[in-house]
């Protein structure tokens, strides 16, 4: 659905250079719900500007449905706008025009018949379940209604992808979540691609499917969310990972085992729909007759299932560590070795 | 008789005040609009950016402003008697009143559409607006309260330049209080000229600001 292939973008102004993009290559499926996380600065605002060309890259092509963008004339560019839905972090509606103006606009602008966009205006609404606030000015609401306005300006013409530029940054965590809810209906009922960037892990973790993780504009990871939380493999990542799922063990703990003398074997199990009914742990310790102890547990949702994390410590012989690896792999539970 | 001056002779002059006033600020919007629009539009990250026309308007527009009122009368003379066909009165005046006021209001105007969040125009982009529609249905709206405000300071000015219009006859308050109060040492007519233009700038003001809400 969008493809990014090498793309670059440097600013540059008198005084200095940045680059704000390197070399970013990612593809967007239908009907993700694809997250890009990233510290202020990282690039992802340009990123998500580029889908709808707001901002243009120095080298690397866009292709979105197919079609290049940098190709488009001005005029396909324009039609092709009103294609990409786009909501802010600021939610950047007209301060002088009442809700039901607000939403209307890329209705007017594109000539609908008044009675037809009335229609859809009200639909909207009650899409957004702001049904009441029609003739409310955008500074009577709250920010969280806000941005539901935003949302329905941006779904007015039915386009099938949604840009979310930090929607939910100037929220507080439980309007947050019902914008949050309301994305994931949109993506759902309404079968609409996101694009979202974020700087808040736990955005991700409940709604994305996909991740993508950029640093000072280079992609450092990126992947499906429960591989990604699962296992990664940047700091910048880990960082990230851990506002949500907290796997790091306590200094005394690690002091523990790194003193420890006989065999033993630390990882980090995960638990999903797919093995999770299974006694997997006492069955383990049956067969191979290891012990296990249980360090550090964690259970979250992600992708819409039930994720668990346990970090185990796996001590008996060498043959019996052995074993008991073998025994994950053959039912099927993600490992990761731990480092100390 | 009021101050040693017939009534008629004052209303007369208010009439003149309002004339000019109300013509040249129809006028120098008019001229202003456009202005105001281009450099908004041209300036360096505008929707448009045009170094060239920018600079172009930009340096026209200072240049006018740098001429003072009294001088640019007699300067634009020629264009004066071209336009309007005499050199003399109320609606001569209104050449180098407008000329006046024209690129004064372009600025104030650019300077209340560059008061409009630059995320607003990046949603209007967002939409796929054009380059008119997001002027007019994004900027020009969301700047109205500022508009209004700097029309009325634009008004105020002009209200001031009015007086000096008496240089070409254009008559008007301003002149009464020139030719009879402070030519005939007439102070209380002076005095009472003085009240009515503070009474006329209040109520510019006040409209203004209630307006631009």
Request: charged share 20%; proline share 3%.
């Amino acid at each position: 659905m969008i493809t990014f292939e090498n793309i670059s973008k440097t600013f540059r102004t008198k005084t200095s250079t940045v680059e704000a993009l390197q070399d970013i290559t990612l593809k967007i499926e239908k009907g993700d719900i694809f997250g890009v996380i990233g510290f202020s600065g990282a690039g992802k605002s340009t990123l998500v500007r580029m889908v709808n060309a707001l901002e243009k890259s120095d080298s690397g092509t866009v292709i979105v449905n197919g079609k290049d963008i940098s190709q488009l004339q001005r005029r396909e560019l324009r039609s092709f706008r009103k294609n990409i839905g786009m909501i802010f972090q600021h939610f950047n509606l007209l301060e002088s025009k009442t809700v039901f103006q607000n939403i209307a606009i890329p209705m007017q602008l594109e000539h609908w018949p008044k009675d037809k966009i009335k229609t859809r205006v009200q639909e909207l609404l009650k899409f957004v379940e702001l049904e009441d606030k029609e003739t409310a000015l955008p500074k009577q609401l709250s920010g969280g209604q806000k941005q539901r306005v935003g949302i329905a300006r941006a779904l007015a013409l039915n386009p099938e992808i949604l840009l979310c530029d930090e929607a939910t940054s100037a929220l507080d965590p439980r309007t947050t979540d019902s914008i949050l809810e309301l994305l994931k209906k949109i993506n759902k009922d309404l079968d609409i691609t996101i694009l979202m960037i974020t700087h808040q892990m736990n955005v991700i973790a409940q709604v994305c499917n996909k991740v993508a993780v950029l640093e000072k504009g280079r992609l450092v990871e990126s992947g499906s969310v429960i591989e990604v939380f699962g296992n990664p493999q940047q700091e910048t990542s880990k960082g990230f990972i851990r506002t949500v799922i907290n796997d790091k063990l306590p200094e005394t703990v690690k002091e523990y085992l790194r003193n420890y003398k006989e065999p033993q074997k630390i990882l980090r199990l995960r638990f999903d729909g797919k093995n999770a009914d299974e006694p997997i742990m006492s069955l383990a310790i049956k067969e191979t007759g290891v012990n296990i102890s249980i360090l550090y547990g964690t259970v979250t949702e992600l992708e819409e299932t039930v994720v668990g994390f346990q970090t185990v410590q796996i001590t008996g012989s060498q043959a019996q560590l052995d074993a008991a690896v073998k025994f994950f792999e053959e039912h099927k539970v993600p490992k990761y070795e731990v480092t100390l | 008789m009021i101050f040693g001056i017939s009534a008629s002779k004052i209303y007369l002059s208010i009439g003149q005040t309002f004339y000019m006033v109300v013509l040249s600020l129809i006028f120098g919007l008019l001229i202003a609009f456009p202005l105001a629009i281009t450099l908004f539009i041209t300036r360096g990250g505008g929707i448009k950016q045009n170094r060239i026309v920018y600079t172009i308007t930009s340096t026209i527009i200072n240049i006018i402003r740098s001429v003072p009122f009294i001088i640019l009368i007699v300067y634009i003379m020629p264009l004066t008697k071209a336009i309007v066909g005499t050199r003399v009165g109320s609606t001569a005046a209104l050449v180098p009143l407008t000329t006046f006021i024209a690129p004064y209001l372009a600025r104030l105007i650019e300077n209340a559409l560059l008061d409009v969040d630059n995320g607003i125009i990046e949603a209007a982009q967002s939409m796929g607006a054009t380059t008119l529609q997001t002027i007019f249905k994004f900027v020009l709206p969301e700047s109205r309260g500022g508009i209004i405000l700097g029309i009325t300071t634009g008004t105020v000015g002009l209200l001031g330049a009015t007086a000096m219009a008496g240089a070409v006859g254009g008559g008007g308050v301003g002149d009464l209080a020139l030719t009879y109060g402070y030519q005939r040492f007439n102070t209380p007519l002076m005095t009472s000229t003085v009240i009515i233009l503070i009474i006329i700038v209040q109520a510019i003001q006040a409209i203004g600001s209630r307006a631009a809400k």
